[in-house]
């Protein structure tokens, strides 16, 4: 089992920059796939990006692609969304997910979530 507890949200202008962090409880962060995503007020919850185990690949979805960029340490046991050129579509609740396997882009293969963290970019 994991805890995954997020943090870094807030209130932010258009075209500013935010970092998520995700800190992962446990000795087997290594083994987790890493996912985050997002629901914005009255939408369902959305993919955002994906990290595999070892961390040498990355999903995005195509409206955050070329602006966020999905990170993990694993001294730290904790994965990162650096958000970038951020609009106000963007304004959501941000979960952090953990998966056994590999990584998907699937919120139902994700078996463990955080509480999420709210972003607001006001235009």
């Known amino acids: 089992q994991v805890q995954l507890v997020e943090s870094g949200g807030g209130l932010v202008q258009a075209g500013d920059s935010l970092s998520l962090s995700c800190a992962a409880s446990g000795r087997t962060f290594k083994t987790y796939a890493m996912g985050w995503f997002r629901q914005a007020p009255g939408k369902e919850r959305d993919f955002v990006a994906a990290?595999?185990?070892?961390?040498?690949?990355?999903y995005y979805s195509d409206s955050v692609k070329g602006r966020f960029t999905i990170s993990r340490d694993y001294a730290k046991n904790t994965v990162y969304l650096q958000m970038n050129s951020l609009k106000p579509e963007d304004t959501a609740v941000y979960y952090c997910?953990?998966?056994?396997?590999?990584?998907?882009?699937?919120?139902?293969?994700?078996?463990?979530w955080g509480q999420g963290t709210q972003v607001t970019v006001s235009s």
């Open positions: 990290i595999s185990r070892g961390g040498g690949t990355k």
């Open positions: 997910a953990a998966r056994d396997g590999a990584s998907r882009q699937n919120q139902n293969d994700y078996e463990y």
